[in-house]
């Protein structure tokens, strides 16, 4: 996590020895190099040379996400199934925004929109691994709920809802606090509306955890007003910024299953379901 939010911390070392201690994250990040997305010319053998090839920040992301992914394999039955799209649905949101946060943040800065997109839902992905069997109840074919009925829901099954236990874990990590903000509804800022609009996008792309929605959907919201607001030179027109966000769905699905094991896990889902219009403030994923 510090690695991926502190690019001075991601230098060439540093990252390579992260990757090498973990044979399988080792093994797969060879395998994710070499893959025909990214067409090599030569095959890729050694982890310092994926980092060069990929930069330590893209590598810190992805090792980052690979673990995540392997929690996956400790959960059996529909719960697997279960934490799998969450993860899915986690890791679309992380690559949508990094790329959006790169396209309109010219300066480079510090780079949080992955990290955020990452660990939108983090309460979420704790109830399902603690509590498989009431997140299997709760969020198994719920029907369209409010943001205020979904807390109330999982204040019942949980004792708190998603965003006070994001807060609470991401404070027991030490998490940069605008990092911590976004998790627990107090964010606002630029990045909170890059990580907004790309959670959005990304569950009409088929990424959704519980509630899909259709893409003339997403195009309604104002966090895309607000954007083009905050980067009038980057952003550019709101239909242009709205067309560039839907021709990046084929890198986030390739991305995402990347890393994903199962065949099973690569299933395309259109892109014109018609469901309910989502809020503009931490939509319910």
């Known amino acids: 996590m510090r690695l991926v939010e502190s690019p001075s911390l991601a230098t060439q070392a540093r990252v390579a020895e992260m990757a090498k201690k973990d044979p399988l994250v080792a093994v797969r990040l060879l395998k994710l190099v070499n893959s025909a997305y990214y067409g090599l010319a ?3 053998r050694d982890i310092d040379r994926a980092v060069r090839l990929l930069g330590p920040s893209s590598v810190a ?6 673990n995540m992914v392997q929690m996956q394999s400790t959960l059996e039955g529909p719960a697997g199934a279960l934490y799998t799209r969450l993860i899915r ?4 949101t992380a690559y949508l925004a990094e790329w959006l946060e790169t396209e309109l943040e010219a300066d480079g800065g510090r ?3 992955f990290s955020v997109g990452l660990l939108h839902d983090f309460g979420k992905i704790a109830f399902v691994f603690n509590y498989p069997k ?3 109840k709760l969020y198994t074919n719920p029907g369209p709920r409010s943001d205020e009925e979904w807390s109330e829901a999982e204040c019942d099954f949980f004792g708190c809802c998603y965003m006070t236990a994001g807060q609470r874990l991401a404070e027991g990590l030490d998490l940069p606090p605008d990092v911590v903000a976004y998790l627990s509804g107090r964010g606002d800022s630029p990045m909170s509306d890059i990580v907004t609009a790309a959670e959005a996008a990304i569950r009409a792309f088929g990424f959704s955890f519980n509630e899909p929605i259709d893409w003339e959907s997403v195009t309604s919201l104002e966090v895309w007003d607000r954007l083009v607001a905050a980067f009038p030179h980057r952003a550019g027109e709101r239909d242009e910024l709205l067309e560039r966000v839907l021709n990046r769905r084929p890198v986030v699905e390739r991305n995402v299953f990347q890393l994903l094991r199962r065949k099973s896990d690569r299933v395309p ?3 014109d379901r018609k469901r309910a219009t989502p809020s503009d403030t931490r939509p319910a994923a």
């Open 61 to 66: 992301g992805i090792v980052l996400g690979m």
């Open 111 to 113: 780079r949080r929109a």
């Open 42 to 44: 030569s095959e890729v």
């Open 89 to 92: 649905h986690s890791l679309a």
């Open 269 to 271: 889902v259109s892109i």
């Open 134 to 136: 009431d997140a299997m």
